[in-house]
């Protein structure tokens, strides 16, 4: 009985992860579809973990638990990015942060994280289908974000391992640079936003498309 119903919960999980649809789900081919080849290139990196993050960075034991689980230690600079392997957190205040991961469907990470900052105050929530993130990389990822976006995206004023909240396209959202060349950057979308910055950007790009 006990094996019969092990096997229908796992049958019940694999169905649920089976059943899973990203915010771009419906268009993610036609914001591939809009990219330039080695100009610039957009894809939804769908189901991102996402953990929100809560505690005191100047408590040795906070630290110390959250490095534990992650493999990294929270930034304590403003708006940089801490990375271990696929792990990073993305500092998003003095006591905010935000753990991203590749898609963990078992809550793994959370589970993890949970129970290392057991006995500590501190909090930590899954977000994973609060955003969406989209990936924006090549030469003119750049010039196409600052078509919209008003923070100074040049190299010397935001280098990769950088991460800013800011307004783009009427849309309210995590910039994170990720890597400085090829420049590529992470868009962390609300889901609700999802589908109008998407759009946003395939009009963005139609210009490098059309001159390649």
Not at 77 to 95: F, H, M, Q, S, Y
Not at 184 to 198: I, N
Request: net charge negative.
């Amino acid at each position: 009985m006990a094996d019969t119903i092990a096997h229908a919960g796992t049958h019940a999980d694999t169905r649920a992860q089976e059943l899973r649809f990203s915010p771009l789900e419906a268009v993610s081919h036609r914001l591939v579809a809009a990219s330039a080849p080695g100009r610039v290139e957009a894809r939804e990196l769908p189901f991102t973990t996402q953990i929100g993050l809560r505690g005191a960075g100047a408590d040795a034991a906070f630290v110390k638990a959250v490095k534990a689980a992650v493999g990294v230690a929270p930034p304590v600079e403003a708006c940089t990015v801490a990375e271990k392997g696929d792990n990073r957190i993305l500092w998003l205040g003095p006591d905010e942060w935000l753990v991203v991961a590749p898609d963990d469907p078992d809550g793994a990470l959370l589970a993890k994280l949970e129970k290392a900052l057991a006995k500590v105050s501190a909090a930590a929530v899954d977000l994973t289908g609060n955003r969406t993130v989209i990936e924006l990389t090549g030469p003119d990822a750049r010039a196409v974000l600052e078509k919209a976006c008003r923070h100074d995206l040049h190299p010397r004023a935001f280098p990769a391992g950088r991460v800013v909240g800011t307004l783009m396209a009427h849309v309210q959202l995590f910039l994170e640079k990720t890597v400085e060349e090829p420049e590529t950057f992470r868009l962390y979308v609300r889901s609700s936003f999802a589908r109008h910055m998407a759009s946003w950007l395939m009009d963005a790009m139609a210009e490098f498309a059309e001159s390649t």
